[in-house]
């Protein structure tokens, strides 16, 4: 049986997004897939050395439940979501759901981005980075892991037109 | 039954079974059993969906008080 092949373009560039990519590519990895992630625009944010840039935000977010992970569970049971309006003038919201999103994904046994992308690295999962947004952004290549490949349209082509699957997220 | 090598997944969620199992796999020879603790509800489809693509043998599952029991012997 000839390999299977996904490709995935990776677009965003923050703590929930991050998860999508990540754990199709090292579960198709585990299944024997030869599995390919291009980042572009937002998602180089993915292959940053510093992984800490990556946030969650409640803002403008209507489908993110906004519960506690810690307490009793009338405590947890409470969703906190609130206006946009006030959401945006509280200095640091984005940093306390980024950490209690964090806790969360720890308390369910989620694995984390780093541990993630690990594990696609150990599983050869191959990272391409988009060129054109690396430098529309002005990043270098030391920003981010070893092991990423640089390149465009054309060198996702090559590899996203002999795959099985092919996703955008 | 008799297995060869153990892998406590409990308390892990998606898909950190599935990538332990796919580990353990690689320390094991072909035609050895390897037993899987989990408690994610979920591992149960994607174990048999796991064996089918990847052509290891789910030998049984089986549910007792919320935690799964796996045994898949390798290709």
């Not at chain 1, 489908?63 to 200095?91: E, H």
Request: charged share 20%; hydrophobic share 45%; glycine share 8%.
């Amino acid at each position: 049986m000839e390999t299977k092949k996904m490709a995935i373009i990776a677009t965003k560039g923050t703590l929930d997004w991050a998860y999508p990519p990540y754990i199709l590519a090292s579960t198709a990895a585990a299944l024997g897939y030869e599995t390919q992630i291009f980042f572009t625009f937002y998602g180089l944010q993915l292959l940053r050395k510093d992984l800490s840039v990556l946030k969650v935000s409640p803002l403008g977010n209507p489908g993110m439940p906004m519960k506690m992970p810690f307490g009793p569970k009338w405590f947890k049971d409470i969703n906190w979501n609130m206006p946009n309006a006030i959401q945006a003038i509280i200095p640091g919201y984005e940093s306390v759901a980024t950490a209690l999103m964090k806790q969360t994904i720890a308390n369910n046994g989620v694995a984390s981005i780093p541990d993630l992308r690990e594990m696609c690295q150990e599983a050869e999962v191959k990272f391409i980075a988009c060129q054109m947004t690396v430098e529309l952004f002005g990043f270098e290549h030391s920003d981010f892991i070893d092991g990423v490949e640089y390149g465009g349209a054309a060198t996702f082509f090559e590899f996203a037109g002999e795959t099985d699957i092919c996703l955008f997220i | 039954m008799n297995f060869d090598k153990e892998l406590d997944a409990r308390g892990l969620n998606c898909p950190l079974p599935i990538l332990r199992a796919k580990k353990a796999l690689a320390e094991v020879t072909s035609g050895q059993v390897l037993k899987i603790l989990s408690t994610d509800p979920g591992s149960v489809k994607d174990f048999a969906a796991f064996a089918k693509q990847t052509g290891n043998e789910l030998l049984s599952t089986a549910e007792a008080g919320g935690e799964f029991t796996f045994f898949m012997k390798k290709k």
